[in-house]
């Protein structure tokens, strides 16, 4: 079961993981960049709010984006969240946000053995799907034990 090489290796917690491999999307990361925008910390201090977010989407979007860029913002914000969390790899952000789960401090609610079981069970079969590694129930573990420590960043 091998990482990607651009998971976060590092205490660093999502200073090392570059906009341009979270964002998916050339033009936002050029505007990302432009603002000052260059780390998936970065991203997650400039959207931690909903009014940082209305001014992230004007920035990285221009003055009338979309609604589903909107919602894509939200994505990579909450994504980065994630990303603070230690051995949490992007594509183990993008495998829990689509489980459902949208924040370290939801994923602190898994806390319990069943919990874990069940997100393991979902990632597992998203994993399967994207073809992504599969992370086992002892990182899953590892992780809601760590969210349990960190304070909510996103609101």
Partial sequence: N???????KTLQQGRDVSIDMLLYHP????????????TAEDLLNAGSSPTKRWFLERKLG???????????????????DFLRLKNV???????????GVT????????????SQ??????????????GY???DVNEIKTWSQEATMMSAVLY
């Avoid at 091998?2 to 976060?8: C, L, P, Y």
């Avoid at 790899?89 to 489980?99: H, I, K, N, P, R």
């Fill in 103 to 114: 924040s370290v401090p939801h994923l602190a609610t898994c806390n319990n053995p069943i």
């Fill in 89 to 99: 790899s992007l594509e183990d952000s993008f495998l829990l946000m689509m489980a």
């Fill in 62 to 80: 221009g003055l009338f984006a979309s609604k589903t860029f909107k919602v894509q913002v939200l994505f990579w914000v909450e994504r980065a």
């Fill in 27 to 38: 033009k936002a990361a050029s505007r990302a960049h432009f603002w000052g925008i260059k």
């Fill in 133 to 135: 590694p599969i992370p």
């Fill in 2 to 8: 091998k990482k990607s090489n651009f998971g976060v």
């Fill in 117 to 130: 079981g069940a997100l393991a069970v979902s990632l597992a079969l998203l994993a399967f799907q994207y």
